[in-house]
């Protein structure tokens, strides 16, 4: 390994699973942590199955997503303040037992296409919410899936660059990174040289996980070297 090699920037590689059986998919394909939901995972009854898993994965929970589950409105006339607060609560005691997560969390808002969401739904407008607002501990998070349906272009990872946490990705049609044609080594290189310091997950919709995640994982490590990126040994080949 040469000294230029040791000193390329590292992009942690996830991926986002649904439960144990997802998790056992991906410990062995190299990538670096698991990505769970926590509005159904975390919070669903099977948490009792996946938390020992998650305990003593070598892949780690290192990150988790959909916060809130669809039927906990934080805004108009149906908000139940208290219905919030309790879930929240149990949702950051259950992260602290049983994921990394919570050790130094940081909150990242993520914008989401029209399609699924009436706010937020460019990096860009996620970016000046937080400013705006003054919110000391927010970041963001850059979804390439939702940025490509928006039409925003990857300067948005410019303006936004002091606030980027972390990102997903997957391919276009939203299927795993690998089977479509979006510029996933375009995206990846932005983040380079914004000087993004966050991960990236792979988050899409599977046809078979267990056949097309160890490729998808694959396809994105070679894409973060093309991108300069280095990336882990975890599967035994040097960086």
Known sequence: MSLFERNVRQLPLGCCVADDVQLAVI???G????????ASAVM????DSLRPRLKTSPTPAR??????????????????????EA????????????????????????PLRRAESNVLN????????VRERGIADARVLADLYHMQEEGEDLGALDDSADLLAHTHVADSGRTPPGQGDWD?????ERLRTVGYTGACSIECIWSDFAA?????????RSVAERAGWGVSARDGHQD
């Open 27 to 29: 410990e062995p394909t």
């Open 31 to 38: 990538a670096d942590y698991a990505e769970p939901p926590v």
């Open 44 to 47: 669903g009854a099977g948490f």
């Open 63 to 84: 990150a988790a997503n959909v916060f809130l589950p669809g039927d906990l409105p934080v805004v108009g006339p149906a908000v139940d303040q208290a219905r919030i």
């Open 87 to 110: 879930y929240v609560g149990e949702a950051m005691a259950r992260l602290a037992a049983g994921t990394a997560v919570a050790n130094g969390v940081v909150l990242a808002v993520e």
């Open 122 to 129: 460019s990096v860009r407008e996620a970016a000046a919410f």
């Open 184 to 188: 996933l080594e375009g995206f990846l």
């Open 212 to 220: 097309e995640a160890p490729a998808a994982v694959a396809h994105m």
